[in-house]
């Protein structure tokens, strides 16, 4: 069957596709059928069914006699070191510290924040939850400590899982210490924690909270999987909304699973045995699905990677791991393809690798620029399969299924919408746009397998974030259109979030932070194009007045202070101070025509503004700061 028939397959009877899709998933009782809709607008899938993440990505290749087969290979450049572990130590391993946190007192359902760097021990611990039913949320380690405590108040976890420190380029990330205050923040405290020593430094433990990874399993009886319900929640994964409090996006199991195996075999092409590697990190929606989940629900071998597209050593890193591990199908995102590129603009590093298992390599967490794919191919010789999704719903909405088909690809578009969603581009009014038509992508509720069913202890915020505006709909935040072939292209979010080096971030958010500056009366922060990083955060800051400090001074503690309380993976160095911001009448910042200055597009002044002068001045302090660029 080609995309066509398998789409229609779907359309024609969605309840019977996915529970074809649901066999090859091991179920302790099955699913009597797929869909649960009587609580619409919300939407389940296998509610009925017992099931266990942990068994289907671990133990049951175990028992199908592929315990030797390497499940997981640490690469890590940024420690000259490459480990593999079988899957049969890994289920050793993972019963064992599963046991541990069980003797401990966690149970089916108690939450658990996982907060590791890119080591296999991460995957360990969120597959130890899975067995015995905690529910995890690993929180992305380049975030700070007020982030980490703002997740632990939220899903109030009864342990925390932590590493001592992270690695990152000349800098050694100290995790401990970033916990402790953390928890010294939150109104929740964990009942304890639970430390992985790396060598690279050795933390000093809190004298009853705090036990080491190692002493912490001493002697444990490993646990066993405990079946869960299909729409027990796997895990809590929290992304940037339009203010500081970030959405935790919930993730049920019986999906999560249908859908995971589904898209490997059949967007990703691989099969148990092969070999696939996911460079992003546990922390994000990708690092969940294809470095821990997928690869491993569909018997593969996966790819943790502690290191840099470039830098660690060279730009050769990726192609190195790809060639010793003979990789088949390979994930990143373009602003990694981007850094290579600068650095070897004619694909020199490339060809000293021998890539012949490489059969797609496949882009997302962006936009994909063309000049990006079109270099990508030239040298990797490989179909470039961009793909689009969110950490909402876990998988692709839309990609070019190269293990049903392989179709031809537009460059700028993420190919077709897959099973399970019905993508519509509607006008402000909700009415469907005809084909090259801008508008809001939507999907037709309901939201397939595997996509979130509404948002941790936030169930009037998930409705009024994706439900309200477009009713029947999920309101997907993107805008783009839909060409005559039926192919999407994604042109811009419709809120205010921004993307930075594939990072998704909140401007509302920073914005909250700077407000909390003493001499900040007000600003606005915007997303500006950037060369590598598709885009960089910029402040615009209104002091209190009267204030005569240097103004330097004032940017430079704005700086300090995003990167204090938000992380260092905000990238917030860009900021400079104006009289005034520019505003509709009704007091709206009128952020997109900000935008449209600094990146030097064509706009239009704003009919409903209040004081068009004001923009003058936006444009004075912005080419202080090179903006547009040349
Ligand atoms: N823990 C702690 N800090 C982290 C971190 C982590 N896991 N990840 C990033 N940071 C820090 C970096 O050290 C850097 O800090 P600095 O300001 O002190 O230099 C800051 O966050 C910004 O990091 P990054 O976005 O990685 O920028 P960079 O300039 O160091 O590197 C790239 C640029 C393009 C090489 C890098 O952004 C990259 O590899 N991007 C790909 C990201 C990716 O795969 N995203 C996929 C998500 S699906
Ligand atoms: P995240 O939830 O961090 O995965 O971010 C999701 C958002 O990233 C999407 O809503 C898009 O705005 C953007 N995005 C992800 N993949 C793509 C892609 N292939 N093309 C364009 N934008 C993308």
Redesign the pocket.
Known sequence: MGYKEVYSAWQADPDKFWMQAAEKIDWDSKPSKALFDGDAPFFEWFSDGMVNTCWNAVDRHVEAGRGDQIAIMHESPITHSTKGITYRELQTRVASLAGALKMRGVEKGDRVIIYMPMIPEALEAMLACARIGAVHSVVFGGFAANELAVRIDDCTPKAIIAASCGLEPGRVVHYKPLLDEAIELATHKPEFCVIFQREQEVAKLIEGRDFSWHGFQYGVKPAECVPVEGNHPAYILY??GTTGQPKGVVRHTGGHLVALQWSMNNIYKIEEGDRFWAASDVG???GHSYICYGPLIAGATTVVFEGKPIGTPHPGVFWRIIQNNRIKSFFTAPTALRAIKREDPTGEWIKRYKLHDLQALF??????DPDTVEWAQKHLNVPVV???????TGWAI?ANPIGIEELPTKVGS?SVPMPGYDVQVLDEGGHPLPPGELGAITIKLPLPPGTLPTLWNAEDRFKKSYLEHFPGYYE???AGYIDEDGYLY?M??TDD?I?VA???LSTGAMEEVLAGHPDVAECAVIGVADDLKGQSPMGFLCLNSGCNRPEAEIVQECVKRVRDKIGPVAAFKLACIVDRLPKTRSGKILRATMVKIADGQDWKMPATIDDPAILDEITQALKVLGYPKA
């Open positions: 992304t940037s994000w929606v990708v882009l997302a967490g962006e936009r994909a961009d793909h689009w999704w969110q950490t909402e839309a993420p997907t935040g993107d994604i811009a979010r979030v993307n594939g990072h998704r």
